[in-house]
């Protein structure tokens, strides 16, 4: 199988409560679990040039309460970062600090 058409996954999930030790907009605090599967298309290329948030991200981030326009935007942020390449773990770090930073609406 050439190159070409090598492709691989990455996927991380975590759980994120808020709770009073975490800022959230307009002082809304989520008691219940925020679960987010950060998942993104990786492929052969050493630079992101194809890399992209799959499904599982997007709807997970949509369940959370982003609308799809800042859910894809998201999701494009984490999965494009060169930094985050064969890094899981700094892929759930900025989720997490997207989530601080950028809380989304409450529902």
Do not use: N
């Amino acid at each position: 199988m050439s190159a070409k058409y090598l492709g691989a996954c990455c996927a991380l999930s975590f759980m994120m409560s808020a709770g009073p030790g975490i800022a959230v907009a307009e002082h809304h605090a989520r008691t219940e679990p925020l679960r987010i599967t950060v998942s993104c298309a990786r492929y052969a290329w050493e630079g992101v040039i194809w890399d992209r948030p799959m499904g599982v991200f997007l709807d997970d981030l949509a369940a959370a309460g982003y609308s799809t326009e800042r859910a894809y935007a998201i999701g494009q942020r984490v999965c494009r970062d060169e930094r985050y390449v064969g890094d899981p773990e700094a892929m759930g770090e900025a989720m997490r600090a997207i989530l601080v930073s950028e809380p989304p609406p409450r529902r």
